[in-house]
């Protein structure tokens, strides 16, 4: 074993302590001290200080005057970095079937952004959180779309928004999934204008996995199979800053990335 796998696992087993991790957290939103925390955590004051010695020593909280303690610059990156194994230990069983398919290296190091998000389980109810972001936005309504699920309920809702100049952006994949009566259903409508006063804009890419449905407040995301295909049955929701944040991050990437729409590939 390398001298940083020996480190790494140091740390590793000071963190493998719900109490220590507990301070580390407690620490993280303020300076503390031990009969502070101790009340806090309804610990023994000689329990808790057995643990703030054990991180001292590891150089992940200082002692500063009058006996309170707080984080180091080491410890509030290390608090920075467990929202992920949070995020993924919490969904162990959901990552068992999924993945998170081709997406890049940078969102997956902040994939601790998620975290705070609540799963969706069932197609008809990750429609039906589609449906409500549709309606509650104000602002605007960015998809990614693997599955497009066009009805006359949902094209109503987006002529309405359109009329309301709030902002629609839509990023196809090449394998969109779209209904056999999807042209007769936009024979109805008259988006062409929206699309030359720039109020909705669609775009394509290839190689896309992940679906996003977001407004100026909440999101959707759900993750693909391990084997490619998309799984629009289970999914993540939050109106969370960060993880509203990184979806907002992940689909204008996306959109950078993007190519221009041709309605002759879709099926």
């Not at 975290?115 to 509650?136: A, L, P, Q, T, V």
């Not at 996003?212 to 993540?236: H, R, W, Y």
Request: overall charge positive; charged content about 30%.
């Amino acid at each position: 074993m390398s001298e940083n796998e020996e480190l790494t696992a140091k740390y590793f087993l000071e963190l493998a302590s719900t109490q220590r991790l507990e301070i580390i957290y407690a620490l993280f939103k303020k300076q503390s001290s031990i009969s502070e925390i101790a009340k806090q955590l309804e610990a023994t004051i000689q329990e808790v200080s057995r643990n703030f010695g054990r991180l001292e020593k590891t150089g992940l909280i200082d002692k500063q005057q009058d006996r309170l303690y707080s984080l180091s610059t080491f410890g509030k990156m290390i608090c920075m970095q467990t929202p992920s194994i949070g995020f993924i230990s919490k969904n162990e069983r959901y990552f068992k079937e999924h993945d998170f398919g081709n997406l890049p290296l940078k969102f997956i190091q902040r994939i601790g952004a998620l975290n705070n998000s609540n799963s969706i389980n069932g197609y008809s109810r990750i429609i039906e959180k589609w449906d409500s972001i549709y309606r509650e936005s104000e602002e605007y309504i960015y998809n990614i779309l693997i599955d497009a699920p066009y009805s006359i309920e949902m094209m109503d809702i987006i002529e309405t928004k359109l009329k309301k100049n709030i902002k629609i952006k839509s990023i196809f994949s090449e394998n969109v999934i779209v209904p056999k009566d999807r042209k007769k259903i936009l024979k109805k409508y008259d988006f062409d204008k929206y699309i030359k006063n720039d109020t909705l804009e669609k775009k394509m890419t290839k190689n896309t996995k992940i679906s996003i449905t977001m407004n100026e407040k909440q999101a959707v995301v759900c993750f693909p199979f391990t084997n490619g295909e998309i799984d629009l049955s289970k999914g993540f929701y939050s109106s969370d800053e960060n993880f509203h944040q990184w979806c907002l991050d992940y689909f204008r990437y996306c959109l950078f990335e993007g190519k221009r729409f041709r309605e002759d590939i879709i099926n």
